[in-house]
């Protein structure tokens, strides 16, 4: 019979189990997030070339900007959320946090 090898993350704690997958999914989302927003802007870019819109740049910079403010606030709750888990040491939620974001 052959042995399964080990999977590290099974020898883990919860709370760090818990901060991987919400760090992992925060990775992922931002990503597709990214994604959407290139393919919005370069269609509006190209409907601005055809002469369809008008882009008003500076709102398009403070909305971007305004979002990019908005993650970071997200980001910053969800990690003193983790640090606040109650059936596991603060710092595992974190760490495993910070595991996910580098995974994803």
Same mark, same amino acid.
């Given at each position: ?19 991987? %997958?919400? +760090? ?13 927003? $290139?393919? +919005? ?17 500076? $709102?398009?910079?403070?909305?971007? %900007?305004?979002?990019?403010?908005? *993650?970071?606030? *997200? %980001? +910053? ?11 596991? +040491?603060?710092?595992? $939620? ?9 995974? $994803?």
């Amino acid at each position: 019979m052959e042995k399964i090898p080990e999977l590290p993350w099974l020898e883990m704690g919860t709370g760090f189990l818990v901060g991987l %997958a919400v +760090g992992y999914f925060l990775k992922k989302s931002f990503k597709i997030l990214l994604a959407l927003l $290139g393919v +919005g802007i370069i269609l509006i870019f190209v409907l601005e070339s055809q002469k369809v819109v008008s882009i008003n740049e500076e $709102g398009l910079a403070h909305t971007v %900007a305004a979002g990019t403010e908005q *993650f970071k606030h *997200f %980001a +910053g709750f969800l990690k003193e959320r983790l640090s606040r888990l109650s059936f596991a +040491g603060t710092g595992s $939620g974190v760490a495993g946090f910070f595991a996910g974001l580098k995974m $994803g």
